[in-house]
């Protein structure tokens, strides 16, 4: 039995949906089991990490789990040592961690340290595991679809910002593969896109696909940081990533671990866009 624990996520769900595909028994872990659905045969969970003894069900029986936390940067209690602790308790013998880019050291000092900490409770545990390392999803796109369904101007923060995105079916299926073989066991896996661009092309390209003229608007510093500060991160730390962000000329490294992992090139921004932008968006 393998556990995908934040399995309504955009890669969570796509681990899911491989898995089950796959023949493997697996059980999609999420805090509202009754808004889920999944393909036959997958057994949905309830799970809460703000509620530590509601896991114990959820790690029950299994071998190997893929942890994930939407918890926001800086957050004092780590969900990841709570999910840490029920496989420890439940003798899950093998565990696949979503963690960020070079383990957040290239972002400011404040957000690297609680990264480190993030990763250590799975580095540490004596668990083996296998680390994900993916930069920036291509999935951030999503949230420009209400914008576009009220006209052509789309907001964006950190527009000119190079990166190597990536997209989630590519993270779930490198997930799979560590989860499903003995191949990346106790390995780092910095993984990447095979192009780099900034969310000003990104918008270039989905306007081609709905043959539309878009527009890009970049709001201002304190409107990114209230942002980010909205999603749950304290506005200071907010307010020093943005800066150290804008400073930095970081994220932008094409790895080759994608295809080294699945034998095939990452998708292309285009390739993915194309399946997820649609005329009514």
């Not at 080759?256 to 649609?278: C, D, I, N, S, Y």
């Amino acid at each position: 039995m393998i556990l995908v624990t934040g399995a309504t996520g955009h890669v969570g769900a796509e681990l899911v949906t491989r898995l089950a595909a796959e023949g493997v028994q697996v059980r999609a872990m999420t805090r509202r089991p009754e808004a889920t659905r999944f393909a036959r045969g997958v057994e949905v969970v309830e799970g809460d990490c703000e509620a530590p003894e509601s896991l114990r069900k959820a790690f029950e029986g299994v071998e190997g789990a893929f942890l994930m936390t939407s918890q926001a940067t800086g957050s004092a209690k780590l969900h990841t040592a709570v999910q840490v602790d029920a496989a420890k308790a439940a003798g899950v013998r093998y565990v696949v961690k979503l963690s960020v880019a070079r383990g957040g050291e290239e972002g400011h000092p404040l957000v690297a340290a609680w990264h480190r900490e993030d990763e250590g409770a799975v580095t540490e545990s004596g668990i083996d595991f296998t680390m994900l390392r993916p930069g920036r999803f291509m999935s951030n796109t999503l949230g420009w679809k209400h914008m576009l369904a009220r006209g052509d101007t789309v907001y964006v923060p950190f527009a000119r910002k190079a990166t190597t995105p990536i997209a989630p079916e590519d993270i779930a299926a490198v997930a799979a593969e560590a989860l499903t073989t003995d191949r990346f066991k106790n390995e780092v896996l910095e993984l990447s896109g095979a192009e780099v661009l900034t969310p000003e092309q990104e918008l270039a390209i989905v306007g081609e696909i709905l043959n539309r003229e878009l527009t890009l608007e970049e709001p201002s510093v304190e409107a990114t940081i209230d942002g980010i500060a909205r999603s749950g991160m304290d506005r200071g730390l907010a307010a020093a990533m943005v800066e150290h962000v804008l400073q930095g000329s970081y994220g932008a490294e094409i790895w080759p671990t994608v295809e080294r992992v699945l034998g095939r090139k990452p998708m292309t921004f285009q390739q993915w866009a194309g399946k997820h932008f649609k005329e009514e968006a």
